[in-house]
């Protein structure tokens, strides 16, 4: 089993930039894809990047591609979501997940989530 935990969240300004991570216990974490996806209020939750175990491979919502960028130190077990040039649009809970899909139905070990609201 695999336990993740996220953090890095918080309140910015529309422009502004987080780092989300997500440490990784429990199984092996180094040979597994992981992903973000993020729920906002009223909306159903949503995919918004993902990364091979090697790092080698990921993919991007089309929402985010250009201002987010995923990354992982498998020597820390983590997974990173760098955010820049955030919109009052991206307000919502960010989740990690261990899988490799655009679909939330491919991911298992999903972790609690971190709350980032983008104030315009």
């Known amino acids: 089993q695999v336990q993740l935990v996220e953090s890095g969240g918080g309140l910015v300004q529309a422009g502004g930039s987080l780092r989300l991570s997500c440490a990784a216990s429990?199984?092996?974490?180094?040979?597994?894809?992981m992903g973000w996806f993020r729920q906002a209020p009223g909306k159903e939750r949503e995919f918004v990047a993902a990364i091979t175990w090697s790092g080698g491979s990921r993919m991007y919502a089309d929402s985010v591609k250009g201002r987010f960028t995923i990354s992982r130190d498998n020597t820390k077990n983590t997974v990173y979501l760098q955010m820049n040039s955030l919109k009052p649009e991206d307000t919502a809970v960010y989740y990690c997940a261990a899988g490799w899909s655009t679909s939330e139905s491919k991911y298992d070990y999903w972790g609690q989530g971190t709350q980032v609201t983008v104030s315009s």
């Open positions: 429990g199984r092996t974490f180094s040979n597994r894809a």
